[in-house]
T-cell receptor
Framework: EAGVVQSPRYKIIEKKQPVAFWCNPI?????LYWYLQNLGQGPELLIR????????DSQLPKDRFSAERLKGVDSTLKIQPAELGDSAVYLC?????????????FGPGTRLTVL | SQQGEEDPQALSIQEGENATMNCSYK?????LQWYRQNSGRGLVHLIL?????REKHSGRLRVTLDTSKKSSSLLITASRAADTASYFC???????????FGKGTRLSVIA
């Protein structure tokens, strides 16, 4: 079974530029998560989708961040414009449902460097 | 915000020794989960322990939960070089709330 796929794995951009990350969850997983992980820290949830509906986006900085999950399968996370403080690893995860007891499967992440 | 806090922040042991990592949290939980993250890779779920459970085993892993002290421990027995990774505890406050991760313990197992 293929795992969660993310691309690109690495991205280097200059500040004020836009950037987008793509995630393809495990087939059949209805719930998709985007996390941000700063160096030396644990992941922090940005947004959670149940199918195509964003059910928890309270931690998403909506002035510059946006996400979509068209057709309830793969998802895109965008930052526009990027700031120096956005340098981090962006992780995508999926689970079969959104219950707190459900195992989440994580992708390898996209490491973003903003210069 | 991070609810769980792992201790120690870093741990270095010899291959074959046991490794113990602790996690403390602040509020009542539904369950607590442990994840491993190897350098440059995503997180892998290791084990989940529910609030009404006290101990769980999975292979060389043993997890305990003490809800009165709001703490959990992860024991890795007979460690191997491949166990070198960061280990995170994550808590779930209620049935449908998201995982809240701690800052992690960096474990180095020296061959």
């Amino acid at each position: 079974e293929a795992g969660v796929v993310q691309s690109p794995r690495y991205k280097i951009i200059e500040k004020k530029q836009p950037v987008a990350f793509w995630c393809n969850p495990i087939s059949g997983h209805n719930t998709l998560y985007w996390y941000l992980q700063n160096l030396g820290q644990g992941p922090e949830l940005l947004i959670r989708y149940e199918n195509e509906e964003a059910v928890d986006d309270s931690q998403l900085p909506k002035d510059r961040f946006s996400a979509e999950r068209l057709k309830g399968v793969d998802s895109t996370l965008k930052i526009q414009p990027a700031e120096l403080g956005d340098s981090a690893v962006y992780l995508c995860a999926s689970s079969s449902d959104g219950a707190g007891t459900d195992t989440q499967y994580f992708g390898p992440g996209t490491r973003l460097t903003v210069l | 915000s991070q609810q769980g806090e792992e201790d120690p922040q870093a741990l270095s042991i010899q291959e074959g020794e046991n490794a113990t990592m602790n996690c403390s949290y602040k509020t009542s939980i539904n369950n607590l989960q442990w994840y491993r993250q190897n350098s440059g890779r995503g997180l892998v779920h290791l084990i989940l322990i529910r609030s009404n459970e006290r101990e769980k085993h999975s292979g060389r892993l043993r997890v305990t939960l003490d809800t009165s002290k709001k703490s959990s421990s992860l024991l890795i027995t007979a460690s191997r070089a491949a166990d070198t990774a960061s280990y995170f505890c994550a808590t779930v406050l209620s049935g449908n709330t998201p995982l809240v991760f701690g800052k992690g313990t960096r474990l180095s197992v020296i061959a």
